[in-house]
């Protein structure tokens, strides 16, 4: 699409089917950071709990009828960190551990950065006292809009 083209652009909920393209253009466009260090494969899953979480939200750019970038993000970030880690995280996990022990610099990179981060967060979920009913006011929710990406073919073309 070209800017000042009378092409219809679609936004659509991302499917599953759209997973691959979604992982090969955050690896292409967004490269820093850990998680595109982890390959397409995690990509994948990791956009994948967006689009199953009841507090995400993941979201398919379409021109000329082809995929032309994404957005995912979040309602409420910490209860879809919840959700991603009650019903993603093991999966999460086994494929970061797959992806590092192919690219040993990505685990090292891992372990330097991010393994006291994780387990101190888990150790405070696991000690955390559960939560019972209250009465007393929710504290405010924060929405955080993750990743967009935008093939560069579709740049500039509104």
Not at 68 to 82: I, P, T, W
């Amino acid at each position: 699409m070209t800017p000042g083209s009378d092409s219809p652009v679609h936004v659509r909920t991302m499917r599953a089917s759209d997973l691959p393209f979604a992982a090969r253009l955050h690896r292409a466009c967004l490269p820093h950071g850990l998680f595109p260090a982890l390959g397409e494969r995690f990509l994948g899953r990791y956009l994948f709990t967006y689009a199953t979480s009841p507090f995400g939200v993941a979201l398919i750019v379409e021109a000329d009828r082809e995929p032309s970038g994404f957005l995912v993000g979040s309602f409420d970030d910490q209860a879809h960190r919840n959700h991603v880690v009650r019903h993603h995280g093991t999966s999460l996990a086994v494929r970061a551990g797959v992806a590092m022990l192919c690219r040993p610099p990505v685990a090292w990179r891992f372990l330097t950065t991010r393994l006291g981060r994780y387990a101190l967060g888990f150790t405070r979920r696991r000690l955390a006292p559960a939560r019972g009913v209250s009465t007393a006011m929710p504290e405010p929710s924060s929405a955080v809009l993750s990743h967009v990406a935008v093939a560069p073919s579709a740049r500039g073309a509104g």
